[in-house]
């Protein structure tokens, strides 16, 4: 089983919906959880950034974390098309010196006008 | 405020070239800085992490290596390039203190293909 799972999509919304983007992970020592979001031929750009379980909002954003589920979740409110991107969902361990990033290998969305 | 520059964003380097990406960092100090390869498909792989000057430490075996001369930069390097080296790489960066779960923050890559 991977450490990480997420869905590649594609997935296809119009511009206004709420989009849901999903991760799901094997390990319980996962503490820091993180979404990326990645324009095409561009760096991820860190978009939310959460410890633990509980809900993180950030204007149109809301993460999501479920750590008895180890379940993760990016909701978009009011989609835009400047929205369109790939998402990567990833976690990190805590303490000591353990830098290590686990990302999903990525959904890529596409908001349609 | 931090920014992170890689150069070039783009070089095509025939097989059995030596390579040299440069990444460097400004607006903070002694970062931790990482070099990742995304390769299309298969997410994100680390290669190689540093938390100082000097200390370099290497998650995969491969035909890379990297180094870091100053504390904001970092440097990832081949003496002869393989076909299977082609790939997006990405530098990064993270305030350092261990335990801290600081976030990391990427540059924006090079897109490196090998003929």
């Known amino acids: 089983q991977k450490e990480v799972e997420q869905d590649p999509g594609p997935l296809s919304v119009p511009e206004g919906a709420i989009v849901s983007l999903n991760c799901t992970y094997s390990n319980s020592a996962f503490q820091y959880f993180m979404w990326y979001r990645q324009y095409s031929r561009k760096g991820p750009e860190l978009l939310m950034y959460?410890?633990?379980?509980g809900n993180k909002e950030d204007g149109r954003f809301t993460a999501q974390v479920d750590k008895s589920s180890k379940y993760i979740s990016l909701f978009i409110r009011d989609s835009q098309p400047s929205d369109s991107a790939t998402y990567l969902c990833a976690m990190r361990k805590s303490g000591g010196s353990n830098y290590k990033l686990t990302f999903g290998k990525g959904t890529l969305l596409t908001v349609n006008p | 405020s931090q920014t992170i520059h890689q150069w070039p964003a783009t070089l095509v380097q025939p097989v059995g070239s030596p390579l040299s990406l440069e990444c460097t960092v400004e607006g903070t100090s002694n970062p931790n800085l990482y070099w990742y390869r995304q390769a299309a498909g298969r997410g994100l792989q680390l290669l190689f992490y540093?938390?100082?000057?000097?200390?370099i430490s290497s998650e995969v075996p491969q035909n890379l290596s990297a180094s870091r001369p100053q504390d904001r930069q970092f440097i990832l390097s081949s003496k002869k390039l393989l076909l299977s080296d082609s790939g997006f790489y990405l530098c990064?960066?993270?305030?350092?203190?261990?335990?801290?779960?600081?976030?990391?923050?990427f540059g924006d890559g090079t897109r490196l293909s090998i003929l």
């Open positions: 540093s938390v100082g000057i000097g200390q």
């Open positions: 959460t410890y633990s379980s």
């Open positions: 990064a960066w993270s305030h350092s203190g261990k335990g801290t779960g600081q976030p990391q923050h």
